[in-house]
């Protein structure tokens, strides 16, 4: 395991700062990172023709898992038209309070955002909001994302997240009682598309013990130029490095807001995986992972659900997103 976290340095104003790797970083100099993907036999259905290690080895080993033609084309084609409707749909009265994965974020004294977790709400691009509070591009092209109940309000995305093939993977992955706890449509559009910063995600979907995976399915190619992921292997071992959690402080205007600053996490300690459209990739909770902005013109679409296991473990009542009585975390194998 690496990835420790040391002492934060004055640069960063003494947040965490995190070791180095000794073994992986030549991969990431040469650009690329030698992942064995694992294909997912769409003739027969089913994850039991995968050759070499299971999931689940995988998983554990680099906390992350790229499953190559998860959805079929009709799939990809489906969930991008519906991400496109989506945007063409967005109403004019979506607040200019922009979304922003960098710290002191727009979104933390922002109810729109808070209140998000059973709603189909709209998030537009920092970059893509003058001072004057207007957009300066086209409305469809600002959108940074959609969030956070595309999973059960539409129908589209439902069909796919609870879909046998997911269950399957879940069941693989050793989940015993896993509920979908959000969901987003990230566009990372062209020249606006920014980058998602390094962060782990049990960060905001903290369950203790520690259960949550996210799936990720790029419906573009995801390449170094569009802005795929980039994943610090191994760090899914080095524990919880913040929390970003409801303040409920009636002093503060903060809503929500992060246990401790962004820890340093060193770049060489990062390898691109740039994975094909319709692969399934399988997001450890606590895997350090990024992306950067999209500087190509190439659009770089992206579903993405994350799952937790409720199966002995609890869901932290801290978490910015929660819970409702309009939508409780909907059950996977009962749905
Ligand atoms: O789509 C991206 O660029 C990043 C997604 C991500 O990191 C996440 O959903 O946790």
Redesign the pocket.
């Given at each position: 395991m690496y990835l420790l976290p040391r002492a934060g340095s004055a640069k960063d104003g003494g947040s965490t700062s995190v070791a180095p790797p000794t073994a992986q970083s030549t991969d990431s100099d040469r650009g690329s990172h030698s992942i064995e993907t694992l294909k997912f036999d769409l003739a027969q259905d089913t994850l039991d023709s995968m050759k070499g290690s299971s999931i689940l080895d995988q998983f554990q080993k680099d906390g992350f898992v790229v499953l190559e033609n998860f959805l079929t084309e009709d799939e990809v084609k489906e969930l991008r038209q519906a991400g496109e409707a989506l945007a063409t749909d967005m109403p004019d009265s979506v607040p200019k309070g922009q979304f922003s994965t960098v710290d002191n974020l727009p979104q933390n004294k922002d109810r729109y955002f808070l209140e998000s977790g059973d709603k189909i709400r709209y998030f537009l691009e920092t970059g893509a909001v003058g001072t004057d509070g207007k957009l300066t591009i086209e409305k469809r092209r600002a959108l940074n994302k959609v969030g956070h109940a595309l999973h059960w309000l539409h129908p589209k995305f439902k069909e796919i997240t609870f879909s046998n093939k997911i269950k399957e993977v879940c069941f693989k992955l050793g989940m015993e009682e896993p509920a979908i706890a959000q969901s987003?449509y990230?566009y990372?559009n062209p020249g606006v598309g920014s980058e998602?910063c390094a962060?782990q995600?049990a960060t905001f979907l903290y369950t203790e013990p520690m259960k949550l995976v996210?799936l990720?399915f790029p419906l573009d190619d995801a390449t170094l130029q569009n802005?795929c992921?980039k994943f610090a292997p191994g760090s899914h071992g080095s524990g919880v490095h913040r929390r970003y959690v409801r303040k409920n402080d009636p002093d503060s205007e903060e809503l929500v807001g992060y246990t401790s600053p962004a820890p340093m996490y060193p770049q060489s300690n990062f390898v691109p995986v740039p994975v094909a459209k319709g692969s399934c990739v399988l997001?450890h909770g606590q895997v350090v992972?990024q992306?950067d902005p999209n500087r190509s013109s190439e659009p770089r679409h992206?579903y993405?659900f994350h799952v937790i296991d409720k199966k002995n473990s609890v869901y932290s009542p801290e978490n910015w997103l929660q819970p409702t009585e309009e939508l409780p975390f909907p059950l996977l194998f009962d749905n």
């Open positions: 987003m990230i990372k998602v962060h995600d996210g990720w802005g992921l997001i992972h992306s992206a993405t």
